[in-house]
């Protein structure tokens, strides 16, 4: 009876495996091999040339992808630190019984409904040199005297984009701290309140160091998903002005698409995945230590 159930079982999970293999496997094993060619769509009628490492040694002079990367690590850590200070603060007000909670539940994940395309569209429009709400509030508020050119400008671009990609998902980062929050136990709020602990450090003391692990997925799940962010740059700025804000998934799709240089665009989406896996290790690592800790 019990090898008839582990037959099934296996049976269950063929669909999956055969997925995985089709849709994950199969494409990061095809692009690996690409990778390692000089193959273009110029040049597709020629067929392509083996040339090893070539691809991947040119990376390092390449000033494109340099630039790139640089930006990315940096967008990557301001936007996430952000979003989880930020979220933190939205989560312990969601986490209190007060009044209208609900209301303040929705409105905290509206920004998150939204669809990335018509949330970096919209900041586009908002950022608008000459008819966007963002100068002319400023202007009111006697913050500026002139216009701020927001996505034109290298500087003030990287700053906008970070500005709409934490508005768009601390509410991810909200919802997730929020749930690590509601699995801490009152009564050990209440002993500490009798010991004379104060607010400030009943959250370092016992809050904190509870919802750590929950904390810490959260931040890879936006670490992953930030590092590898596309549609809200093509939105905004479309990587503009002059490549300042061009992440490193915006650079390996134009390089193979609109370049049509599918053995270097290969090799810059396989650096893109062996860079994101190794934050994931990293961040296992972390968790499994903590969790060992506990």
């Known amino acids: 009876m019990q090898k008839q159930k582990a037959k099934m079982g296996y049976i269950f999970i063929i669909p999956s495996i055969v997925l995985v293999l089709v849709f994950i496997v199969y494409p990061v094993i095809n692009t690996i091999n690409m990778s390692l060619y000089d193959l273009r769509?110029?040049?597709?009628?020629?067929?392509?040339?083996?040339?090893?490492?070539?691809?991947?040694?040119?990376?390092?002079?390449?000033?494109?992808?340099?630039?790139?990367?640089?930006?990315?690590?940096?967008?990557?850590?301001?936007?996430v630190t952000l979003e989880t200070l930020i979220g933190m603060i939205f989560a312990l007000i969601m986490n209190k019984a007060i009044p209208g909670q609900g209301i303040i539940r929705t409105a905290v994940l509206v920004p998150w409904a939204i669809p990335t395309i018509v949330s970096g569209l919209m900041w586009q429009f908002m950022y608008s040199d000459q008819y966007g709400i963002i100068n002319l509030i400023l202007s009111k508020l006697h913050l500026i005297q002139d216009y701020i050119p927001w996505l034109?400008?290298?500087?003030?671009?990287?700053i906008a984009v970070i500005i709409a990609d934490v508005w768009k998902t601390t509410p991810y980062m909200s919802l997730l701290i929020l749930?690590?929050?509601?699995?801490?136990?009152?009564?050990?709020?209440?002993?500490?309140?009798l010991d004379g602990a104060n607010?400030?450090?009943?959250?370092?003391?016992i809050t904190l160091p509870?919802?750590?692990?929950?904390?810490?997925?959260?931040?890879?799940?936006?670490?992953?998903?930030?590092?590898?962010?596309?549609?809200?740059?093509?939105?905004?700025?479309?990587?503009?002005?002059?490549d300042g804000t061009q992440s490193l998934s915006l650079?390996?799709?134009?390089?193979y698409f609109n370049?049509?240089?599918?053995g270097y665009g290969a090799t810059l989406a396989v650096v893109t995945f062996i860079i994101s896996l190794l934050i994931s290790f990293l961040f296992m690592d972390a968790l499994k230590t903590k969790m060992e800790k506990v």
């Open 41 to 79: 769509i110029q040049t597709l009628a020629e067929g392509k040339k083996f040339v090893g490492f070539d691809n991947y040694i040119k990376l390092f002079s390449d000033k494109t992808f340099i630039e790139s990367l640089k930006f990315t690590l940096m967008f990557t850590v301001v936007a």
């Open 152 to 158: 034109i400008e290298k500087n003030t671009a990287i």
């Open 179 to 193: 749930s690590g929050l509601q699995t801490v136990p009152e009564s050990l709020y209440e002993a500490a309140s």
């Open 199 to 205: 607010k400030v450090q009943r959250f370092f003391r």
């Open 210 to 242: 509870i919802i750590k692990p929950v904390v810490v997925v959260a931040i890879l799940f936006r670490v992953l998903a930030t590092f590898r962010i596309y549609d809200l740059v093509v939105a905004l700025t479309s990587g503009g002005p002059a």
């Open 251 to 255: 650079y390996t799709i134009k390089t």
């Open 259 to 262: 370049f049509g240089n599918l």
